[in-house]
């Protein structure tokens, strides 16, 4: 891979990498300003007791006195009558106990009126108790009901909250992944692009097999034009001025005529020519 292409694929990587962290960061703030919104409207939901203030519907019971009062009425003029039918025939004394008798008979019968208005207002009383137990019953199950409703909407609004922060997370930890591992990729072409050029180096200075970098025209002779490559590299063929580099007929390209991203000149003056950069092989041919 040539270095102009590395640089591609560096700054592909870079940009793809960035492009996703940029998304999750905007897909975060945008769930986080939805969910903001409907906590808030989950917030601001009013939970209500459907029994409080209730009306107790034995509480206003009155006592019906039309049937005490008709009898009242109706033994008064039983008593009435029954003292002028007898006024004539009992004389004074006759009269006297009548009439006390008649008396006690009244105050008898408004005993009973009496006791007949306390049992009806003793039972309005009782229906009255009954119904206010039964309205402070069903108004403490309502608000026994508001509070679960209560304490299950902060319970949901905190898993919301949870499920959010995991889910967000896992989204930012995932880009951030992503961009260390095309870090990684960079680096590791980088390292391989100098433990090529290292090897290079190092068959230079050795001075063995080095003929596959010393490719300065300066240093070459019998030089023939025999093709061109696919992307129209002149090739050709030569041999080596100086034995050192080698002997018999090589092919291969001229230094000063290559993209230079493949061309390194080295302590010596002479340039060397990455092969693996340009679509030329270098081989010897006897």
Not at 63 to 80: C, K, L, W
Not at 208 to 214: E, R, V
């Amino acid at each position: 891979m040539g270095r102009a292409a590395q640089r591609q694929n560096e700054t592909d990587i870079t940009n793809a990498t960035g492009a996703q962290l940029e998304a999750a960061r905007e897909a975060l703030a945008s769930q986080q300003s939805t969910l903001s919104a409907q906590k808030q409207q989950y917030r601001e939901f009013e939970f209500t007791n459907p029994f409080s203030d209730m009306e107790n519907p034995f509480e206003d019971l009155t006592v019906s006195q039309e049937s005490a009062r008709f009898q009242m009425e109706q033994g008064t003029q039983q008593r009435a009558n029954i003292m002028d039918r007898m006024s004539g025939a009992a004389g004074s004394s006759g009269i006297a106990g009548l009439a006390q008798s008649l008396a006690n008979q009244g105050t008898f019968q408004a005993r009973q009126v009496s006791a007949d208005i306390a049992q009806q207002e003793a039972t309005n009383q009782q229906f009255a108790a009954k119904g206010a137990m039964q309205n402070q019953q069903m108004e403490r199950q309502g608000a026994a009901a508001v509070q679960q409703a209560e304490f299950g909407r902060e319970s949901t609004m905190y898993a919301a909250e949870l499920a959010e922060l995991a889910g967000t997370r896992g989204a930012m930890q995932g880009a951030y992944g992503n961009q260390m591992a095309g870090l990684g990729a960079i680096s590791q072409m980088n390292a391989a692009r100098m433990g090529m050029w290292g090897d290079i180096i190092s068959g230079v200075a050795q001075g063995a097999g080095s003929a596959a970098g010393a490719s300065d025209r300066r240093l070459k002779k019998n030089i023939k034009l025999v093709s061109r490559s696919y992307s129209g590299l002149p090739v050709y063929t030569f041999e080596y001025t100086d034995t050192r580099f080698g002997e018999g007929v090589y092919q291969g390209v001229m230094s000063d005529e290559i993209p230079q991203e493949a061309v390194m000149v080295y302590a010596d003056g002479y340039d060397r020519v990455d092969y693996s950069k340009i679509d030329v092989e270098f081989k010897k041919l006897n």
